[in-house]
């Protein structure tokens, strides 16, 4: 089932949304390739429309290093927020990632000390999206990502609202040929609370992380990229496509 998808951009790439939902549901939903100069959808006398989903909630989750946000991803922020007024951002900092996880993993004292002990930025990074997501919900952007045309009330079709629990987007699906591993992409995920497929993509990386510390006979702290590999593999893109396959009992390609 085919429909006209959002647009929700990065380096101008054109992606396709999945909507992975609770009941086992697959439904494809192609985006359109962003086009700065192309006019908007976006119109404020339209925020009375409902929810993406009432499983999602409206807050968009992102996370700055120690400079901060740039002006291009200021920009971006401020548009995204503008043409989307029912959402709220959330900017997490270095130590509000690790507080955060802290007070919300309590009852996974393995999750906090892992994350707590990583010191590879782009690991722990990868890490907390899946984190936040799973306790609060929300959408997870990149400071490199922009909402494009479609707001994001329109996301997802009104007869999948009800059940939709993750959304997520294929990464580089056109113009790669067909020599190429299809994954989904991790700069832009949307989900409800208690999503399954994250809990299982969190559960993963935890293995990942012990099989690695056994490997080389060091503690998390002292992990490396040299030990853990691809990040790609380890934390990102494919970690979470395989997640999400995994928990639908399907094998990834």
Same mark, same amino acid.
């Given at each position: 089932m085919?429909?006209?998808? +959002? ?5 101008s790439t054109?992606s396709?949304?999945i909507? =992975? ?8 939903? +192609?985006?359109?390739?962003?086009? $700065?100069e192309?006019p908007?959808t976006?119109?404020?006398? #339209? ?7 009432p499983?999602i909630?409206e807050?968009i ?8 946000l740039?002006?291009q991803s200021?920009e971006? =922020?401020?548009d995204?927020?503008?043409?989307n007024p029912?959402h709220r951002?959330?900017?997490m900092?270095?130590d509000t990632?690790?507080?955060?996880v802290?007070e919300?993993y309590g009852?996974? +004292?393995d999750i906090?000390d892992?994350?707590l002990?990583?010191t590879?930025p782009?690991?722990?990074? &990868?890490?907390?999206r899946?984190?936040l997501?799973f306790? @609060? ?6 400071l490199?990502?922009?909402c494009g045309d479609v707001?994001i009330? @329109?996301w997802?079709?009104e007869?999948l609202?009800a059940?939709?629990?993750?959304v997520v987007?294929?990464?580089? &699906?056109v113009?790669?040929g @067909?020599?190429?591993?299809r ?9 409800a609370p ?6 299982v993509?969190?559960d993963?990386i935890?293995d990942?992380? #012990? ?6 006979g060091?503690?998390v ?5 040299d030990?853990?590999g691809d990040v790609i &593999?380890f934390t990102g $893109?494919?970690?979470l496509?395989?997640g999400?396959f995994?928990?639908?009992g399907i094998?990834?390609?």
């Amino acid at each position: 089932m085919l429909a006209q998808g +959002p647009t929700f951009t990065r380096f101008s790439t054109a992606s396709i949304f999945i909507l =992975l939902c609770l009941f086992f549901i697959l439904y494809y939903h +192609p985006m359109r390739q962003a086009t $700065p100069e192309g006019p908007s959808t976006y119109d404020p006398s #339209r925020e009375g429309f409902q929810p993406a989903s009432p499983r999602i909630p409206e807050k968009i989750w992102y996370k700055v290093g120690p400079k901060g946000l740039s002006n291009q991803s200021h920009e971006w =922020l401020h548009d995204c927020l503008h043409k989307n007024p029912a959402h709220r951002a959330q900017i997490m900092t270095d130590d509000t990632g690790d507080q955060y996880v802290q007070e919300n993993y309590g009852d996974r +004292p393995d999750i906090v000390d892992a994350y707590l002990s990583l010191t590879v930025p782009i690991l722990k990074a &990868d890490f907390l999206r899946y984190l936040l997501l799973f306790a @609060e919900g929300g959408i997870w952007a990149d400071l490199d990502v922009s909402c494009g045309d479609v707001p994001i009330r @329109e996301w997802i079709p009104e007869t999948l609202r009800a059940k939709a629990g993750l959304v997520v987007g294929w990464e580089f &699906d056109v113009g790669w040929g @067909e020599n190429f591993i299809r994954q989904f992409e991790s700069w832009t995920i949307m989900a409800a609370p208690g999503s399954p497929h994250l809990l299982v993509v969190i559960d993963d990386i935890m293995d990942g992380i #012990r099989q690695k510390t056994e490997e080389y006979g060091v503690p998390v702290s002292e992990l490396t990229l040299d030990m853990t590999g691809d990040v790609i &593999d380890f934390t990102g $893109p494919r970690r979470l496509t395989r997640g999400g396959f995994e928990e639908l009992g399907i094998g990834s390609q």
